[in-house]
Structure formats: structure tokens, C-alpha cells
């Protein structure tokens, strides 16, 4: 192997390194406020029968952060860049990315169980059509996504039970006696 080439395939695998890194670091902050949250608020709520057990949601995201992130790094390179035909489908992934990244704050440190089912729905599409625009550029970054699309539709699923089996219910009290509340 000529230097040319080693020093080419050094800087390929900082290239792949640094793709597959980037959802990481959003995923390592996400899980340290929701390690926070997990012996308190979270064991409190209400859980549908399928809810995994906890151990089960490192691994999986571990393999769904490496698997876009590769992803992000073929689309890149087959498509030249930002300046070539991956620069929407790039866009499409940093937007899925800050929706992924935002879900966490809303459900484990808000505790808005409303806000982050419309947060995650938001989510699922855009995944959907970030591998989407992936495929056309790249097919195995475009089939990268399908496992993560999967979970994300899951994960939808679960939010939406668990809010549903949370929710407040609703209010029984005679106009009179909200008003006397919001006046003491």
C-alpha cells in the first residue's frame, strides 16, 4: 500500500469516525438527564404492558446512533458533500437529529408527556424522510434507517400510551370553583 493510500484511508476513517461520534454526543448528555430521572418521576408513571425493561434502551440507541451516523457519512460522501444532491438530505438529518436530541429534555426533564408525543411524531416523519432522501442517494444509508424509523414508530407508540394512562383527569369542578382558585 503506496503512503498516498494510507494517509487517503486515515482521513476516510477520522471522516466515518467523526459521523458516527456527532449522534453520540447528544445521546451521552440525553442519557445522563434521563439516568436523573429514572429512580424517580419516570418509576412513578403508569407503563403499558409492552414497555422494554430499562437496560434495553442504551444498547438499542448505541446501534441506531452508530447506524445514522454511518449513514450520515455515505450520504455525504456519494453525494458530495453539502454542496452536491445529499445537501437536503443532510438537512433532513441535522433537523431529525435536533428533534431526537430535543426529546429527551421535554419527556425526562419537563415531564411534558403531551408535548413530547407531538415532539416524537415530528421525529418519526422526519426520520422517515431522511432515510428517504438518504436511499436516493445512497441505498444502504437510505436501508441504515429503516431499523431506526422502527424504533422511533415504537417509541410513539409507548409515549402515546404512557400519556394517555398519566394524563390528568379532567376537572370536575364548577366554573365558580376554578374561578375561586385562580383568585385565592
Known sequence: MTKTRIMHSKSEIVKIAGAVILPHVGGFVNGKLTRMQITGWYNQLNFPSFRPPNWLFAPVWISL????GYASFLVWKTGGGFSGPARIPLMLYATQLALNWAWTPIFFVKHD??????EILALTGTVAATGCAFYEINKLAGYLFIPYFAWCAFAS???YKIYKLNAPKPSTATIEEVFARHIE
Open 157 to 159: 407508540m409507548l409515549n
Open 113 to 118: 408527556l403531551k408535548w413530547s408525543l407531538v
Open 65 to 68: 446512533y452508530t447506524g445514522m
